[in-house]
């Protein structure tokens, strides 16, 4: 809540909390009578210590439906950090399990804040939420942060520290993440790509830098689309000719490198007219000069196509991108979505030269950007070496860029070769269950879940096994597209109460994490509640705001009688003590 500088009867902002009750009293006479009226001076419960303590209770109550929810059922631990607006080091804590109705759920459950960052710190500042609440760390079925040492270190590193008191607490790093890391190192080590980036980021900044620049990108853009709805080369159905702007990339923003490309794509020829129009009317020489040089690389053919590129293999991986950041995203599914990118991309890379080529000449002929000789000669390494233009885009800069791709996404993704990983795909029900194998199924639980099936279990698994093949994959009710979908069926379906085993086993495939990006979806709401009017919150105020911010479905539920009853006996207790 934002509180007013002045809350006495006679300021004009009491605050947001006052406010709203001056409203509801004006709605409710009651309110009006009881609150504002009538009520004892010293017993008014307006004061930021009181909301305070309303809210604390509030949220703890949510925190408590979250682990009402989880049940006795296993967890995963889904952690990452960020500094608030303040710059204070702040960690959040996601919870991921499988409802007692098979749904993959993923709950924010705390926000701590560590001004020491080491694996040891962090493992004692979780350990202590767990605690606090009841959730056992043997519980634990998997861990899932970024790839910073201090997280996944081997020896030394949170993760680790974790698998010292849960061996079968398996830690997973972000897919997304991983994703984002095979961009970056694919932009560092090729040349062209680099050097692309590089140039992309310097026309955004020149035209989003001022208001008035951004202005005429959109006024040229109008009248771009005015001339093309005239001429009939574009149509004028709702929502195709939307006034946008260029799109800034981020090192940590998932996708933005993709929607950075789009939209100068989009806007290429309202960009370049804006460009010209600052060369002309630049105040100054130097400023013109910076301009003049953007100008000639945005119209040059080796821009435009290295355009072109990255928009087409970012548009491969944007698909992936988006899938990892499914809160009900499974490994299986994961697996089999980076397998399709790697696929893609390297059908376009044998088969997609020539159309490609021919798409970004007539993007060229469309914008007036010179087209150079292809079969011209180029020199590449020593001064006696040369091969056509043509050959040059093609080997160099085309087959270069998509293998680089393709080798940071083998090697970041080289974890799915680990046998936890590839076993689970036994699992999937996609194309007809034509993964399945009950051998790997049955390896799966008693390598990797030993504490989770008795032996008697694991026996009994096989022949659920034999009747969940004539019974449940021949159903076509059940030919689903991915794991936790079926996961859902079976308990729908009450088959879950004939494969007793089976069905246990899925949700512990299912609690692996695939991304951290509710982390990144709490630190959102985390700036959106202490910003920088409001930098001075505490701790434990800022928790419990972010709390009632994301999980707001479970505040709504809480009865508010019950709250204030709870506050009366929270109050008794503090003045016996004191």
């Known amino acids: 809540m934002e509180r007013g500088h002045d809350e006495s009867s006679s300021s004009l902002n009491r605050g947001n909390f006052i406010e709203l009750v001056k409203v509801f009293a004006k709605m409710n006479v009651e309110i009006?009578?009881?609150?504002?009226?009538?009520?004892?001076?010293?017993?008014?419960?307006?004061?930021?210590?009181?909301?305070?303590?309303?809210?604390?209770?509030?949220?703890?109550?949510?925190?408590?439906m979250i682990r009402d929810e989880l049940g006795e059922n296993c967890f995963c631990i889904l952690v990452d950090e960020a500094q608030d607006e303040s710059k204070r080091e702040q960690m959040a804590i996601i919870l991921r399990f499988v409802n007692n109705d098979g749904v993959i759920i993923e709950r924010f459950f705390a926000i701590k804040s560590v001004s020491d960052t080491t694996s040891s710190n962090l493992k004692n500042e979780i350990c202590d939420v767990l605690v606090r609440h009841d959730l056992q760390v043997k519980k634990i079925r998997g861990q899932g942060y970024d790839g910073a040492s201090n997280m996944r270190g081997t020896w030394n590193g949170l993760q680790a520290l974790f698998l010292k008191e849960c061996p079968y607490a398996y830690y997973i790093h972000c897919f997304a993440h991983r994703l984002q890391l095979t961009l970056v190192s694919a932009a560092k080590d090729v040349i062209c790509i680099w050097k692309f980036f590089s140039h992309l980021d310097n026309i955004v900044n020149i035209i989003t830098s001022s208001p008035k620049r951004i202005n005429a990108l959109q006024t040229a853009q109008r009248r771009e689309f005015e001339d093309m709805l005239a001429s009939g080369e574009r149509q004028s159905r709702s929502g195709i000719n939307q006034i946008g702007n260029l799109q800034k990339s981020g090192s940590t923003r998932w996708s933005s490198h993709y929607e950075s490309v789009k939209s100068l794509i989009d806007m290429y020829a309202a960009t370049c007219k804006v460009l010209e129009y600052l060369i002309v009317h630049s105040p100054n020489g130097r400023s013109r000069a910076e301009v003049h040089g953007v100008y000639e690389t945005i119209k040059s053919f080796e821009f435009v196509f290295s355009l072109h590129l990255m928009h087409k293999i970012l548009g491969f991986s944007d698909i992936l991108c988006q899938a990892l950041q499914k809160k009900s995203q499974d490994i299986p599914t994961a697996i089999r979505f980076v397998s399709t990118t790697k696929g893609l991309l390297q059908e376009f890379r044998q088969d997609g030269w020539e159309e490609f080529?021919?798409?970004?000449?007539?993007?060229?002929?469309?914008?007036?950007?010179?087209?150079?000789?292809?079969?011209?000669?180029?020199?590449?390494?020593?001064?006696?070496?040369?091969?056509?233009?043509?050959?040059?885009?093609?080997?160099?800069?085309f087959n270069e860029a998509i293998d680089f791709q393709l080798m940071e996404l083998n090697t970041r993704f080289n974890e799915l070769s680990v046998e936890l990983l590839s076993l689970t795909v036994a699992l999937d029900p996609q194309n007809s269950f034509e993964s399945f194998n009950g051998d790997d199924i049955c390896k799966l639980a008693k390598k990797f879940y030993p504490c989770d099936f008795s032996q008697q279990e694991l026996h009994s698994l096989r022949f659920e096994l034999k009747h969940y093949e004539y019974d449940v994959i021949r159903d076509p009710r059940f030919q689903v597209s991915s794991l936790s979908e079926l996961c859902k069926l079976l308990v729908a379906s009450r088959r879950s109460e004939n494969c007793i085993v089976l069905t246990k086993l899925i949700p512990l495939v299912l609690t692996l994490p695939v991304s951290t990006t509710t982390t990144e979806r709490a630190f959102s709401a985390m700036k959106h509640v202490k910003t920088a009017i409001r930098n001075r919150m505490e701790d434990e105020f800022l928790a419990d705001c972010v709390m009632l911010y994301i999980e707001r479905e479970f505040a709504k539920k809480i009865d508010i009688d019950s709250i204030i009853d709870e506050f009366y006996v929270v109050k008794a207790r503090r003045t016996q003590l004191q």
């Open 32 to 64: 009006g009578e009881v609150v504002l009226d009538k009520a004892p001076q010293n017993a008014t419960y307006t004061s930021p210590n009181v909301q305070k303590e309303i809210l604390h209770i509030m949220a703890n109550r949510v925190r408590q």
């Open 357 to 397: 080529l021919n798409a970004v000449k007539i993007f060229c002929l469309r914008n007036d950007v010179d087209i150079p000789d292809l079969n011209s000669f180029y020199k590449i390494g020593h001064p006696r070496e040369e091969v056509t233009l043509e050959h040059h885009y093609h080997f160099n800069v």
